[in-house]
């Protein structure tokens, strides 16, 4: 009799995959407005703990921007790295997954949810 137990770093590998997909099926097909909105509005983007490490290299008293909320420290809004005049990131290139990610959010489990407070997301959804 065989066993079909998968391994712990089999799920690793498929929960990878199945996001990995997601991801690429979701972002092949997203046309971002570039409206800023994620940047300045909302509850914040949670940060893993060597995200908030990277950040906390890049900006001075970090903690003016930061709350803790769930164990997890998190970027307030309006972001302090959003730049109101070009609307462009400052950190863009060292930006969380968090953002890299929106309006896509993953759960820890793999679950998906897509923000209906993008404004992508609304246009598609008033089908205009
Ligand atoms: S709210 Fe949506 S459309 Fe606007 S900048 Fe963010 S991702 Fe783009
Ligand atoms: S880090 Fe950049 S992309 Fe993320 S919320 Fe702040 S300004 Fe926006």
Not at 14 to 35: A, G, P, Y
């Given at each position: 009799?065989t066993t079909e137990?998968?391994?712990?770093?089999?799920?690793?590998?498929?929960?990878?995959?199945?996001?990995?997909?997601?991801?690429?099926?979701?972002?092949?097909?997203?046309?971002?407005?570039?409206?800023?909105?994620?940047?300045?509005?909302?509850?914040?983007?949670?940060?893993?703990?060597?995200?908030?490490?990277?950040?906390?290299?890049?900006?001075?008293?970090?903690?003016?921007?930061?709350?803790?909320?769930?164990?997890?420290?998190?970027?307030?809004?309006?972001?302090?790295?959003?730049?109101?005049?070009?609307?462009?990131?400052?950190?863009?290139?060292?930006?969380?997954?968090?953002?890299?990610?929106?309006?896509?959010?993953?759960?820890?489990?793999?679950?998906?949810?897509?923000?209906?407070?993008?404004?992508?997301?609304?246009?598609?959804?008033?089908?205009?």
């Amino acid at each position: 009799m065989t066993t079909e137990t998968k391994t712990d770093q089999e799920k690793a590998k498929e929960l990878s995959d199945k996001i990995f997909k997601t991801v690429t099926d979701f972002k092949d097909s997203f046309q971002c407005q570039k409206c800023g909105k994620c940047c300045e509005e909302g509850s914040g983007v949670a940060l893993w703990p060597h995200e908030f490490k990277r950040i906390q290299r890049l900006k001075k008293h970090i903690f003016r921007y930061i709350t803790y909320l769930n164990n997890w420290h998190v970027l307030k809004m309006p972001c302090v790295f959003y730049n109101k005049r070009s609307h462009k990131c400052k950190i863009y290139d060292k930006r969380p997954i968090a953002c890299r990610l929106y309006p896509l959010g993953i759960t820890l489990d793999g679950s998906t949810r897509i923000s209906s407070n993008c404004t992508a997301i609304k246009k598609e959804g008033s089908n205009e």
